[in-house]
């Protein structure tokens, strides 16, 4: 499957200052999960396939990209989180807290620009599942707890 937004989109759209990654820290995998978790089940299997295959290029660049970016964002936070912990940048407890405040706002920040582009996205949203970063801070706070050992 083509990817509807490249690592370089990504890293301007969601990573922007003082949050600034490069492109290469962009894993394209990541960006098939998020594409496959957060935008498949909102457009549907025609509607996606479609636009991997080139059409409606205002349509993506204008209503898919930029929340597709925060959501790659999103999932690429657990990986950022375990950089900062490994090169002890701050302490675990402070890392997991910020972590959570991060994720929850870029989340937020996705479903705000899908829900101004279309309303009726809200609704089909809440019929799958939110996933929480309980289960992530549980981890980052045992890492801490390990590494401060």
């Known amino acids: ?53 080139g059409a409606y290029p205002e349509f993506l660049a204008d209503f898919v990209q930029p929340p597709l970016a925060l959501y790659v964002k999103m999932l690429m936070l657990p ?28 989340e937020t920040q996705g479903n705000v620009v899908l829900d101004a582009k279309d309303p009726a996205i809200t609704t089909t949203r809440q019929i799958y599942k939110k996933t929480t970063s309980s289960t992530t801070k549980a981890i980052l706070l045992q890492k801490a707890a390990w590494s401060s050992r």
């Open 1 to 53: 499957m083509e990817l509807l937004v490249t690592p370089a989109q990504v890293a301007q759209m969601a990573f922007r200052a003082p949050d600034f990654i490069s492109p290469d820290a962009v894993p394209e995998a990541t960006i098939l999960a998020a594409q496959q978790k957060f935008v498949r089940p909102v457009l549907g299997d025609g509607l996606l396939d479609t636009l991997c295959g």
């Open 79 to 106: 990986s950022l989180a375990d950089l900062v912990l490994a090169n002890d940048f701050t302490n675990g407890t402070a890392a997991a807290t910020q972590y959570d405040v991060v994720l929850t706002g870029n």
